[in-house]
């Protein structure tokens, strides 16, 4: 108990934070419901009841991910927060299914008329900011993983840029976040324009492309996290490392170089080419230093690397090129 709780406190935090601020919101925003009948509030209380579930998983999941291996997960358990992504967007999934198909009754069958404009104008406010403000720190956190510094309000355009360097849980909360906001504004404009016009019509529409729009998500993030879980090159990492291990005048080739994402962590795999004639406890010391520089890299938590006598052929031709029997 005491090493889950050691673990828990390195979870994702933007992913606790939004879990709460989207549970306290699918509350209100039921209660709103309950009293006026608007089916716009109820498309986004079922969003942020879902947002709220998915990201609590998601946090439970990125602080399992961190557990150090053992001799039966030698490998360590990092793809264990892109396990628990992909159930969280079945979770999504199944409440957007059931937004699009509330919105589309609503759209076919419009109510006359809601009761407590007010109330549901004031709950969706409330969410705009409280959702606009995590929001702000998942691209700030999306920006800090990326290596880049801070942007103040212009955090949240700059994150688009660098979402594929973000851990796959920071990743999740922006990209539901993005689409809360979204969903927020778009349920207050609806609102406002059936109290002004009487077309009562534009909740259910509204209700049908908030689910659409969670749909969006549940596919990026599904594709993302399946990709985790099969192992992917991080090709922009590969590429460093290569230039890294070339830099060093005791290495004269690669013959293979692999760096695989690891839930939020990078292992990597080399087999380099030296010298012939160089001692075994030289290379121990080049092994040594070159572990050391990779293991400096962020991300990185596992490095295995073996040497072979150089062949006199070139196989990595160009730094940041696959070697030609890379697998």
């Not at 994150?159 to 851990?167: D, E, G, M, Q, V």
């Not at 969670?214 to 192992?231: H, P, Q, S, W």
């Not at 121990?284 to 938590?301: A, M, N, P």
Request: some cysteine; glycine content about 8%; overall charge negative.
């Amino acid at each position: 108990m005491a090493e889950l709780f050691k673990l828990l406190k390195d979870g994702n935090k933007p992913s606790l934070m939004a879990a709460c601020v989207n549970a306290f919101l699918g509350i209100i925003k039921g209660i709103a419901f309950f009293f006026t009948g608007n089916v716009a509030m109820f498309a986004e209380m079922m969003h942020s009841l879902g947002d709220a579930a998915n990201q609590l998983f998601v946090y439970i999941g990125s602080a399992l991910s961190k557990k150090a291996p053992t001799k039966q997960f030698p490998g360590g358990f990092g793809r264990i927060v892109n396990l628990v992504c992909l159930f969280a967007v079945i979770i999504v999934a199944i409440l957007s299914y059931e937004t699009i198909k509330e919105g589309w009754h609503h759209f076919i069958h419009p109510a006359k008329e809601s009761s407590g404009v007010l109330i549901a104008l004031g709950v969706l406010f409330i969410g705009i900011v409280l959702e606009g403000i995590v929001l702000a720190k998942a691209a700030a956190e999306v920006l800090h993983e990326a290596g880049q510094k801070k942007a103040g309000i212009a955090a949240i355009p700059k994150a688009f840029a660098y979402l594929n360097r973000a851990k796959p849980a920071t990743k999740l909360v922006f990209m539901e976040d993005l689409v809360a906001t979204a969903g927020n504004f778009l349920a207050f404009t609806a609102i406002l324009i059936a109290y002004f016009t009487g077309w009562d019509r534009i909740e259910g529409l509204v209700s049908m492309i908030i689910g659409a729009m969670m749909f969006y998500v549940v596919g990026k993030i599904f594709l993302d996290n399946a990709r985790g879980v099969i192992g992917e090159t991080d090709e922009e990492m590969l590429n460093h490392i290569a230039h890294l291990v070339m830099d060093d005048p005791n290495i004269k080739d690669i013959v293979r170089l692999e760096v695989i994402k690891e839930g939020e962590f990078l292992h990597v795999e080399l087999v380099a080419e030296s010298d012939p004639h160089l001692s075994l406890a030289f290379l121990d010391d080049v092994r040594d230093h070159l572990t050391e520089v990779i293991l400096s890299q962020k991300g990185v938590s596992k490095v295995a690397i073996l040497f072979d006598e150089d062949d006199g052929r070139t196989n990595w031709v160009h730094v940041g090129e696959r070697p030609n029997n890379s697998i």
